[in-house]
């Protein structure tokens, strides 16, 4: 297709996300373009832990956050990591974060969680053996290990509280795991195994693939810099470092950079900010695991991939701007000893730190505001790879003239003015 400055639907973010909306919206017919500054898949996307985590339906956060709090500070190499400097711009969200952690709210968010993540493997199924890649997901299960006794009581209340949830899971002794994965330590206790998970074999492949897909189907990819936006007659003008563009429709899917864009056109500030993940990968070490393991005690994920083991999992609150502290990657190495009967090799192994976008109730913003003009599909903090799927099939039916919802999740707690209503009720 010749480069156009007209489309009727411009998406904006080049992630998985952004990319997995543009091939199914292009399926309807319509004429999609994506905007981003970067190369698809270079954002969060490219270094994510790979892992399909339809387990995770707790937020990441409880209320010992606040015990942990002097920890998060001072300590530069810890698992959740709140840089000091950043502190005062992060406070108001932090309040919030804290707020939804009251019984209801969490309740709530555990519920949002869920709706997204059971029908997540499905829809993956679906578009990937709609694009003939569906070897690029391995369906076979993830682990989390642990190695105190003490872990032990803690554990048995998690998978109650999973099963709770009816999320699959199944206790596992240590024997057990060393049954399935040979290679790991004698000092694991045992472990909580999720067969209803997987994981990624590349997930920088997967977006890749997708793009060519979505390239097929006639989708326009432009290297831009959208820097405004503002609602027009017909649909949406945006400001690129270019020139102008114009769609009938405008998709933001751009992750931690949505904030500007999202208030630009729709007036509304949105409480987002950035959690900063960190993966070490291992090019020697791609047989090392059959699957996803997670330490329970060191708090981070070990995925086998196709280029190696990648090591990955923390959180750091820094926001865009600071450099990355690439020590916390090579942490991640030094947190893998004692995991293993023989230590992993590090030869070639390559640091990185990306953007995760989090809003403070652990929910994603999935919408359709301004009469239809603007969708939104942003916020799925360290869930977006899981999730990008079924967002994906939800935001094919809120571009349509008339939605139609049936067999897909509720929305109604994915709504961008939950936080303007939030903040009345925070009031009174």
């Given at each position: 297709m010749p480069h156009s400055n007209s489309a009727d639907i411009a998406v904006i973010g080049a992630g998985i996300i952004g990319v997995a909306c543009a091939l199914q919206l292009a399926r309807q017919g319509r004429r999609v373009v994506v905007i981003d500054p970067q190369d698809p898949g270079m954002g969060a996307s490219y270094g994510n832990a790979g892992h399909l985590a339809t387990e995770?339906?707790?937020?990441?956060?409880?209320?010992?956050?606040?015990?942990?709090?002097?920890?998060?500070?001072?300590?530069?190499?810890?698992?959740?990591?709140?840089?000091?400097?950043?502190?005062?711009?992060?406070?108001?969200?932090?309040?919030?974060?804290?707020?939804?952690?009251?019984?209801?709210?969490?309740?709530?968010?555990?519920?949002?969680?869920?709706?997204?993540?059971?029908?997540?493997?499905?829809?993956?199924?679906?578009l990937l053996h709609s694009i003939d890649r569906a070897h690029l997901l391995r369906q076979d299960g993830s682990l989390l290990v642990f190695e105190r006794a003490a872990s032990r009581e803690a554990l048995d209340a998690l998978r109650q509280r999973m099963q709770q949830q009816n999320v699959p899971v199944a206790d596992w002794s240590g024997s057990a795991v060393r049954a399935a994965a040979p290679q790991l330590s004698d000092e694991i206790q045992g472990g909580l195994f999720f067969p209803g998970t997987g994981h990624f074999v590349d997930p920088y492949t997967v977006v890749c693939e997708l793009v060519n897909a979505a390239k097929a189907h006639g989708v326009q990819f432009i290297k831009q810099h959208v820097v405004d936006g503002r609602l027009a007659p017909e649909g949406v003008s945006l400001l690129t470092e270019q020139g102008t563009f114009t769609a009938r429709q405008v998709l933001i899917a751009c992750g931690a950079h949505s904030a500007?864009?999202?208030?630009?056109?729709?007036?509304?500030?949105?409480?987002?900010?950035?959690?900063?993940?960190?993966?070490?990968?291992?090019?020697?070490?791609?047989?090392?695991?059959?699957?996803?393991?997670?330490?329970?005690?060191?708090?981070?994920?070990?995925?086998?991939?196709?280029?190696?083991?990648?090591?990955?999992?923390?959180?750091?609150?820094?926001?865009?701007?600071?450099?990355?502290?690439?020590?916390?990657?090579?942490?991640?190495?030094?947190?893998?000893?004692?995991?293993?009967?023989?230590?992993?090799?590090?030869?070639?192994?390559?640091?990185?730190?990306?953007?995760?976008?989090?809003l403070?109730?652990?929910?994603?913003?999935?919408?359709?505001?301004?009469?239809?003009?603007?969708?939104?599909?942003?916020?799925?903090?360290?869930?977006?790879?899981?999730?990008?799927?079924?967002?994906?099939?939800?935001?094919?039916?809120?571009?349509a003239a008339t939605p139609s919802l049936s067999g897909l999740p509720a929305l109604e707690c994915f709504r961008l003015d939950r936080f303007q209503a939030n903040l009345l009720r925070e009031a009174f």
């Amino acid at each position: 297709m010749p480069h156009s400055n007209s489309a009727d639907i411009a998406v904006i973010g080049a992630g998985i996300i952004g990319v997995a909306c543009a091939l199914q919206l292009a399926r309807q017919g319509r004429r999609v373009v994506v905007i981003d500054p970067q190369d698809p898949g270079m954002g969060a996307s490219y270094g994510n832990a790979g892992h399909l985590a339809t387990e995770q339906v707790f937020p990441i956060a409880d209320v010992s956050i606040l015990k942990r709090l002097p920890a998060m500070l001072m300590d530069p190499m810890g698992p959740l990591r709140l840089d000091w400097k950043y502190l005062p711009r992060a406070l108001p969200w932090f309040v919030r974060l804290l707020l939804n952690l009251r019984p209801a709210n969490y309740r709530r968010t555990v519920a949002g969680i869920r709706a997204l993540n059971e029908p997540s493997l499905g829809a993956w199924q679906r578009l990937l053996h709609s694009i003939d890649r569906a070897h690029l997901l391995r369906q076979d299960g993830s682990l989390l290990v642990f190695e105190r006794a003490a872990s032990r009581e803690a554990l048995d209340a998690l998978r109650q509280r999973m099963q709770q949830q009816n999320v699959p899971v199944a206790d596992w002794s240590g024997s057990a795991v060393r049954a399935a994965a040979p290679q790991l330590s004698d000092e694991i206790q045992g472990g909580l195994f999720f067969p209803g998970t997987g994981h990624f074999v590349d997930p920088y492949t997967v977006v890749c693939e997708l793009v060519n897909a979505a390239k097929a189907h006639g989708v326009q990819f432009i290297k831009q810099h959208v820097v405004d936006g503002r609602l027009a007659p017909e649909g949406v003008s945006l400001l690129t470092e270019q020139g102008t563009f114009t769609a009938r429709q405008v998709l933001i899917a751009c992750g931690a950079h949505s904030a500007k864009l999202t208030a630009a056109l729709t007036g509304k500030k949105v409480p987002l900010d950035t959690e900063r993940g960190y993966h070490l990968m291992l090019p020697f070490e791609p047989h090392r695991l059959p699957f996803a393991v997670t330490s329970f005690e060191r708090k981070f994920i070990m995925t086998p991939m196709a280029t190696g083991l990648r090591l990955a999992g923390t959180v750091e609150f820094a926001g865009l701007d600071r450099p990355a502290n690439m020590q916390r990657a090579w942490q991640l190495h030094r947190l893998s000893k004692g995991l293993f009967r023989h230590d992993l090799n590090v030869q070639g192994a390559t640091p990185w730190m990306g953007f995760r976008p989090s809003l403070p109730d652990s929910l994603p913003i999935i919408d359709r505001v301004c009469n239809g003009k603007v969708l939104l599909a942003f916020g799925h903090q360290h869930l977006g790879l899981t999730q990008a799927a079924v967002t994906a099939e939800i935001v094919v039916q809120l571009a349509a003239a008339t939605p139609s919802l049936s067999g897909l999740p509720a929305l109604e707690c994915f709504r961008l003015d939950r936080f303007q209503a939030n903040l009345l009720r925070e009031a009174f």
